[in-house]
């Protein structure tokens, strides 16, 4: 079967100007806090992560309600393999940012963005709790690893293994799309 090409202004098969912004914010957030995620940048992780916690929230919530595009001409176990990776990106991404929120009140400390913002959570602090959501969090935040080099993968066989246009969808907008 001869591969189809895919048209980036079939709105079934590309992403809308939001996702793609949604899509290279979380990309740039989810580098800069696995690098960032050290003991001596914790005020700076924890800061960062609280500003770019919501943009994780709308882009997995807004990925969920728009669904995705339609898949490419390939086989199943590649379509299924890449759903499954999208699942758990999006999993990791609403897993890293609640419990991220949670941490610090558990710990009994304000959600603080950079000394500059500080809200009260009225949460118990809980050193149990904390310890759980804690581990939960790296437990995320280190599976995004695995996933993403998948992710990356993927995008680059379809670029310079197959030459499609798969990886266009994440570049230019199709108009009405997911």
């Given at each position: 079967m001869a591969r189809q090409l895919f048209d980036i202004r079939d709105s079934q098969a590309g992403y809308c100007?939001?996702?793609i912004i949604v899509h290279?914010?979380?990309a740039i957030a989810v580098a800069f806090l696995y690098v960032s995620q050290e003991r001596e940048w914790t005020a700076l992780h924890l800061g960062a992560g609280?500003?770019?916690?919501p943009v994780?929230?709308?882009g997995a919530c807004w990925r969920i309600r728009r669904g995705f595009p339609r898949v490419?001409?390939?086989p199943l176990a590649l379509n299924l393999a890449e759903r499954l990776v999208m699942i758990g990106i999006l999993a990791c991404l609403l897993a890293v940012a609640v419990t991220g929120i949670l941490v610090p009140p558990l710990d009994g400390n304000a959600l603080s963005i950079f000394g500059l913002l500080s809200l009260d959570v009225p949460l118990p602090a809980d050193p149990v709790w904390s310890g759980i959501v804690k581990q939960i969090h790296a437990t995320a935040g280190d599976a995004f690893i695995p996933l993403v080099g998948l992710h990356v993968l993927g995008a680059l066989m379809h670029r310079f293994?197959?030459?499609d246009r798969v990886p266009?969808?994440?570049i230019r907008p199709a108009p009405g799309g997911r």
């Open positions: 100007r939001t996702s290279w914010l979380t609280l500003i770019v916690a994780f929230l709308f490419p001409d390939q293994v197959w030459k266009a969808r994440v």
